[in-house]
C-alpha cells in the first residue's frame, strides 16, 4: 500500500512540476490582458504588474504547448500561434509598429519624399525645356 502512494504522490510532484495546461495558461493569460486594458493610465504600478504577468504567461502559454507538441518546428511553430491567437488584432498591430524603430520608419519616409521631390523637379525642368 504504500508504494501506491508514493507513486500517487510522484504522480502529484510531477503534475506540478509541469507548470498549468495550455487551457489554464489561456485563460489566465487572457485574464491579465483584459486587466491590463481596463487599469486606468494613472495605476502605474498594477499596469507595470499586469505587463509583467502578461509577459510570463505568454510564456508559460508557449512553454505548454512545446510541451503539448513536442520541441521540434511543430511545437514551436504551435506555441507562436496560439500567443498570437490570444492577441487582439488591434494590439497586433500596436505590437508590430512598436517593433519598427521609430529611426528606420523617418528615414524611409525621408528617401521616399526626398525621391518624389526630386522626380518633381526634374519632370518639371524637362517639361519646360520641351515647351
Not at 502529484?12 to 483584459?34: F, I, K, N
Not at 504547448?65 to 500596436?94: K, N, Y
Request: positive net charge; aromatic residues 6%; without cysteine.
Amino acid at each position: 500500500m504504500p508504494a501506491m502512494a508514493s507513486r500517487s504522490q510522484h504522480d502529484e510532484v510531477g503534475d506540478a512540476l509541469s507548470g498549468p495546461s495550455s487551457h489554464d495558461a489561456r485563460e489566465s493569460l487572457h485574464y491579465w490582458r483584459a486587466r491590463l486594458e481596463t487599469l486606468p493610465r494613472r495605476r502605474r504600478a498594477a499596469r507595470r504588474e499586469a505587463r509583467e504577468m502578461v509577459v510570463a504567461w505568454e510564456a508559460r502559454l508557449r512553454r505548454a504547448e512545446i510541451e503539448r507538441w513536442g520541441g521540434g518546428m511543430l511545437g514551436r511553430f504551435a506555441a507562436t500561434v496560439v500567443v498570437l491567437r490570444t492577441v487582439r488584432p488591434a494590439a497586433l498591430a500596436r505590437r508590430a509598429v512598436a517593433l519598427v524603430p521609430r529611426r528606420l520608419v523617418v528615414g524611409a519616409l525621408t528617401v521616399v519624399l526626398g525621391s518624389v521631390l526630386l522626380f518633381g523637379v526634374l519632370l518639371g525642368a524637362v517639361l519646360s525645356a520641351l515647351f
